[in-house]
Nanobody, 125 residues
């Protein structure tokens, strides 16, 4: 069973920094991409940043320059460095990964999305 375990959330003052980590564990063939999303009460979950296994990165336009995603493929871990935090960054942050499995029917590769349990980030004004 695949698990995504996040860490690094917490309370920080405006202008501060936090680094989130998410480790993917379990039995699988590979990882297509890993990333971060966030959600506040009453709103839809939104993209923060993703990185593919080939290193292609995608960011929410509003977060470019303040947030940086990185991965350690050897450790199956994705990080999110968040700088110059603002109160509007307060949210639950979720790690996501697109996990590859070998299909037992035709030996093809299937991919499925998995989510972490979320870690809370609170930025005080």
């Amino acid at each position: 069973q695949v698990q995504l375990v996040e860490s690094g959330g917490g309370l920080v003052q405006t202008g501060g920094s936090l680094r989130l980590s998410c480790e993917v564990s379990g039995r699988f063939y590979g990882i297509n991409a890993m990333g971060w999303y966030r959600q506040t009460p009453g709103k839809q979950r939104e993209l923060v940043a993703t990185e593919s296994s080939r290193g292609r990165q995608r960011y929410a336009d509003s977060l470019k320059g303040r947030f940086t995603i990185s991965t350690d493929n050897a450790k199956n871990t994705v990080y999110l460095q968040m700088n110059s935090l603002k109160p509007e960054d307060t949210a639950d942050y979720y790690c996501a990964a697109e996990i590859q499995y070998i299909n037992n029917v035709d030996a093809g590769v299937d991919a499925y999305d998995y989510w972490g349990q979320g870690t809370q980030v609170t930025v005080s004004s």
